[in-house]
Nanobody, 115 residues
Framework: QVQLVESGGGLVQAGESLRLSCAASRIPFDIYAMGWYRQAPGKQRELVATISGSGSPDYANSVKGRFTISRDNAKNTVNLQMNSLKPEDTAVYYC?????????WGQGTQVTVSS
């Protein structure tokens, strides 16, 4: 079945950067939009950024100008470059296939930003 594996999370201080990656397998990757979501403790999961199959990005207002989503269709990966991190960015980050008949999610990677 489809697999999505996130990596790159960790503990950083406010103002620092992290780069998350999501590797997809067993899916025609280039035809699907992909999304990054996050869920903080006690909060609902929220959309962070999306990218179309051809590479057009879109961002939540809370991360616009700080985060950059990108994809490499040759490597079946979608990345999230996170700069100027804030404590409120602390969450588990998930990648998701968008527009598929089935709802595919990765297992998540923890990002913790200390003040």
């Amino acid at each position: 079945q489809v697999q999505l594996v996130e990596s790159g999370g960790g503990l950083v201080q406010a103002g620092e950067s992290l780069r998350l990656s999501c590797a997809a397998s067993r899916i025609p990757f280039d035809i699907y939009a992909m999304g990054w979501y996050r869920q903080a403790p006690g909060k609902q999961r929220e959309l962070v950024a999306t990218i179309s199959g051809s590479g057009s990005p879109d961002y939540a207002n809370s991360v616009k100008g700080r985060f950059t989503i990108s994809r490499d269709n040759a490597k079946n990966t979608v990345n999230l470059q996170m700069n100027s991190l804030k404590p409120e960015d602390t969450a588990v980050y998930y990648c998701r296939v968008l527009g598929s008949t089935y709802d595919y999610w990765g297992q998540g990677t923890q990002v913790t930003v200390s003040s």
